[in-house]
């Protein structure tokens, strides 16, 4: 492989990665303080680009349909938290990926009635539709405003985490939910307004990724499938592993396809169960396993 | 209460032991089975065989043969794990007299094991498998849409006229994009032309870019492509998003323009691809399927919906011969192979191995359209290796 | 004894279909006791020790594989070849798999579980050599008659089901339902607890090598969509429709997941939308599933 194609190859690992990222973010969240085995997320980013598809096709614009689209997904984050997930803080893990798992079944038949069972398009914005050279490939400049904004939401919530009340708040209801309401803070409130954000991440990506992707029935699958094995690669509940885990993900997918196209699918998984048996709860997990 | 509910099903169950004869009387319906996506990814081709199917039944006054059609649906969901069950549901539980669908080349490879087994009247309307028509046909098996090989094979001539002899290929890696690259390497290496490298995507996998940027430095004259549905959109959108599409022209069976030319804008204009059929033939017979299609569905019609329609039609002419007597199997299977259609596709009729013989169009995207710039290939006759039916 | 009579009654009637020689019958039903065999196969695992797992389609279709590739490759028929070779190459597979994931717990063990699901699915949907996604025939199969395969799948249940409580109400059933409990405790009190939990993996997942093999033998077609955590998740369905933790619930919840997919389809379209609607409920108002109702109180 000649230097120049390492590099775009490189690149375009980089930028699945970060896309990647975006989903899973929102996946470990959930999934480390909430302690919900959320299989419904994929179905959160499907229903984000359809969302994104309807707008633009009737307003003409893909970013007020993001504007529009993302206040819509915390709204539905919100209800399908209070209606369905509530009542799986106190379950074991076979009720929550069951519940989830019916949760997809009916966000499928939702989007067949509602949307339709057609491929759609997405156009992305007049300002953002031209391309960037890049030696002999050219680079859409679609792809590379996705990449920035992945990297700006990861640094804000990075920020939110780690400098905010809230982002104490999160930390400690991951550790000890029951402290922190005896502590007098709404944990119900964190809980719903933790699910809703990592609703809306995945809407987000979802509608990034709709002018890439082209949007259909089932896309939420294989990007539920592999936000999984990016957060328990980056280890459960942590964001920055999440951000390796992804990225990780990103590039092995990327080489694996040119380097050894056979075996290319089943990378990705050979990445995962490696990294477990290496480190059992993820590169960067919690030390005590509490779920 | 769990007891009384298993004796409910156990009830249920053994009503419908009792002989279907008991219950007839006249001319009995004709019952098709349908063997369909109607949920998922293909739903839009379900949707669209099954409503083509029905106008033409309607066109013939809702009866073919002198019988009544009765129309029994199964949702696949393009699930070759399910399909034996389904299989099982129309031929041994509603006991159809006839077997059309299915789209799903897995699904289609269940179908013909149980139905060469049980030799149900079967007519595959999507499928494109070889061996459908190859090793396992049988007398009693037809197909009405296309082979694979008759979509690629003849698209290799077009690139060899215009010069383009060093080609990539990029595909998915399961049976429908193997045998379009072989019919395709076939055609290409007769005259001349040399593959500089082959691209297997797995399936259904739509991440296309590592692949893109190889195709980049390997600068081939023209690059062949088999990809079809929501891939297909993507793969053209995100080829011309790379800046390949003005250097390296690209090619590929209709398939990679199907239905999603909308989505695809402006990044498929210019495109060229060989299919059995286009939306913009210009005879009688498509200009009349496809106001009626519009007019029945709202919908545009497209090549799946065609197989649909000359399914019911070219059955109509059989069940006509023999008066509607599906027991008559023989003379029915004659009347078959000796149907003559004037398909919206153009002139339609089976080939020995019971597929299709029909004339393979050049199609070029213009205007958001696909244009016909002539016969690729006419009575194209899909060569049926391993086939043994009237050799 | 309600059970005893309630499980006599349904074997009774499911050997009476054997009988009436349908052919639908035969056919459906053959494919739902599969379906009752994968259930309590899985139960072992999430029912009595508390391990949820995603890789039971995989011994499924690890057998079926096995079966379609002996018989076409080796030209091996013989039932009493093929059938002990397939169960241990699921048994085998288990054993390693097991080995692999048990390495991990909770949740983690869940995903690897899902990973080796999934690498074994590409395996088989990407090889041209093995089918790919089209799948293969099984070209000469060990039990041909529709009647024999039927009574075949009907002994093998029936044998599943007394092997496995017979396990179970052993001492080491006794243990597993300690590590379900509390593994830490039982870990305390000297039990090689990663021992117990690995032979129980490996006990499922040569259940689910019966099934697979049965499945080849009762169609003749193995796919890889018959792999992957998609049916993993089916076979879980069936568990919980069931009620975890009885044996002989999850069996029943196979049939009736099985005649629900059936008649669903006549009622809507949107026979999907009903699943899901039976899942979430009962996930929420009927966590011991359909064996909870008859048991009508906790168990201890």
Not at chain 2, 216 to 226: C, I, T
Not at chain 2, 293 to 313: C, E, I, L, P, S
Not at chain 3, 166 to 181: C, M, S
Not at chain 3, 207 to 233: C, E, H, I, K, M
Request: proline share 3%; hydrophobic share 50%; charged share 15%.
């Amino acid at each position: 492989m000649s230097l120049s194609l390492f590099l775009v190859q490189l690149v375009n690992g980089v930028e699945y990665g970060l896309l990647l990222f975006l989903v899973a973010s929102g996946l470990t969240l959930v999934f480390g303080v909430l302690g919900v085995l959320n299989f419904a997320h994929g179905s959160f980013y499907m229903l984000g680009a359809y969302l994104a598809w309807w707008v633009s096709a009737r307003s003409g614009s893909l970013l007020l349909a993001i504007a529009v689209g993302v206040p819509a997904m915390v709204l539905i984050g919100l209800l399908v938290e209070r209606l369905a997930i509530a009542r799986l803080y106190s379950r074991d893990h076979l009720s929550q990926v069951l519940l989830t798992y019916g949760l997809v079944l009916l966000f499928n038949e939702l989007q067949s009635v509602l949307f339709g069972n057609d491929v759609h398009g997405v156009n992305t914005p007049e300002a953002l539709s031209f391309t960037v050279r890049l030696g002999e490939q050219t680079w859409p400049a679609w792809r590379a405003f996705t990449s920035l904004a992945c990297i700006c939401i990861a640094v804000t919530m990075r920020q939110i985490v780690l400098g905010t009340r809230f982002g104490m708040r999160v930390r400690a209801g991951a550790s000890n939910p029951e402290m922190v309401e005896a502590l007098g803070i709404d944990v119900r409130r964190l809980f719903a307004t933790l699910f809703s954000a990592g609703t809306a991440l995945a809407g987000l990506a979802g509608m990034l990724a709709a002018p890439l992707t082209t949007v259909y029935p089932g896309m939420g699958e294989s990007v539920l499938i592999l936000s999984f094995v990016v957060v328990v690669i980056g280890g459960i509940g942590s964001i920055k592993g999440a951000f390796f885990g992804a990225l990780l993900v990103g590039l092995a997918d990327t080489f694996g396809k040119v380097l050894l196209p056979g075996f290319a699918s089943a990378m990705v998984y050979a990445v995962m169960a490696a990294v477990l048996l290496w480190r059992p709860r993820g590169l960067l997990g919690a030390a005590a396993e509490g779920r | 209460m769990t007891l009384s509910r298993r004796a409910l099903l156990g009830a249920a169950a053994c009503t419908s032991l009792l002989p279907r004869r008991l219950f007839a009387a006249g001319a009995a319906k004709l019952r098709i089975g349908l063997l369909l996506p109607y949920s998922g990814t293909y739903a839009a081709l379900g949707h669209n065989i099954t409503d083509a199917m029905k106008l033409a039944a309607t066109e013939h006054g809702g009866k073919l043969g002198g019988r009544e059609v009765e129309w029994v649906a199964v949702d696949d969901e393009s699930d070759p794990a399910k399909a034996p069950a389904n299989v099982n549901k129309l031929i041994a539980g509603e006991k159809v007299d006839i077997l059309t669908g299915p789209v799903h080349s897995g699904v289609a490879m269940a179908m013909m094991q149980i139905v060469r087994q049980e030799e149900v009247l079967t007519v595959v309307t999507n499928a494109g498998a070889q061996a459908v028509t190859g090793t396992l046909c049988a007398p009693h098996v037809f197909r009405t849409s296309f082979s694979n090989w008759q979509t690629s094979y003849p698209c290799a001539d077009v690139l060899l006229k215009a010069g383009q002899k060093k080609a990539v290929l990029m595909f998915w890696n399961y049976s429908f994009g193997q045998e379009s690259m072989a019919a395709f390497k076939e055609g290409y290496a007769k005259g001349g032309g040399t593959i500089v490298k082959e691209i297997a995507v797995p399936f259904p996998s739509t991440e296309f870019q590592a692949n893109l940027s190889e195709i980049a430095s390997l600068k081939p004259d023209a690059v062949f492509v088999f990809f079809a549905g929501a891939g297909a959109a993507k793969f053209v959108k995100d080829y011309a998003a790379a800046g390949l599409k003005e250097n390296i022209p690209l090619y590929g069976s209709g398939f990679l323009t199907e239905g999603v030319l909308g989505v695809q804008g402006a990044a498929a204009e210019g495109i060229k691809t060989t299919l059995h059929y286009a939306d913009g033939l210009d005879n009688a017979a498509n200009k009349k399927f496809r106001a009626a299609f519009k007019k029945a569905t709202g919908r545009d019609a497209d090549v799946y919906a065609v197989a649909g329609y000359d399914t019911v039609n070219v059955l109509a002419q059989a069940l006509d011969k023999v008066k509607g007597d599906t027991g008559a199997r023989k003379e029915l299977i004659a009347a078959l192979e000796s149907a003559r259609l004037d398909s919206p596709r153009g002139p339609f009729r089976f080939s020995k191995a019971h597929n299709p013989i029909q004339d393979v169009y050049l199609r070029q995207v213009k205007g958001g359209q696909e244009a016909v710039l002539g016969v690729a290939l006419k009575d194209a006759e899909d060569p049926a290796a391993g086939c043994k039916m009237g050799k | 004894m309600r059970r005893q009579a309630l499980l006599l009654a349904a074997a009774a009637a499911l050997a009476a279909v054997a009988f009436s020689g349908d052919r639908f019958w035969l056919q459906f039903l053959g494919k739902a006791m599969i379906g009752c065999i994968l259930a309590i196969g899985l139960d072992l695992l999430v029912g009595f020790t508390g391990m949820v797992s995603l890789a039971h389609s995989a011994f499924f279709g690890l057998a079926a594989y096995a079966l379609a590739l002996l018989t076409n490759r080796l030209g091996l028929v013989n039932p009493l070849v093929t059938l002990p070779a397939c169960i241990a190459f699921a048994a085998a597979a288990a054993l390693v798999i097991g080995w692999l994931s048990l390495r991990a717990t909770g949740v983690y063990f869940i995903m690897v579980t899902l990973a080796f699901t999934q690498m074994l699915y590409y395996l088989f949907n990407d090889s041209p050599a093995l089918g790919g996604s089209d799948g293969l025939y099984v070209q000469a199969r060990p039990v041909d008659s529709r009647v024999a395969a039927y009574v075949v799948i009907w002994l093998a249940l029936i044998a599943v089901y007394l092997v496995l409580s017979r396990v179970l109400r052993a001492p080491y059933g006794r243990v597993l339902e300690g590590i379900r409990g509390n593994e830490q405790r039982m870990r305390s009190l000297g039990y090689p607890t990663r021992r117990y939990k690995l032979v129980a993996f490996v006990i499922a997942g040569a259940t689910a090598g019966v099934a697979g093999y049965l499945d080849a033998t009762l169609y003749g077609f193995v796919n890889p969509a018959q792999l992957g955590w998609r049916q993993s998740g089916l076979i879980l369905v069936t568990v919980l429709l069931g009620g975890k933790g009885t044996l002989y619930g999850p069996a029943f919840g196979a049939l009736l997941l099985a005649f629900i997919e059936h008649y669903g389809e006549k009622v809507t379209e949107h026979w999907n939308a009903l699943i899901a609607a039976l899942v979430i409920a009962v996930v929420l108002f009927l966590p011991r599933g359909l064996a909870g109702l008859l048991q009508g109180r906790p168990r201890g």
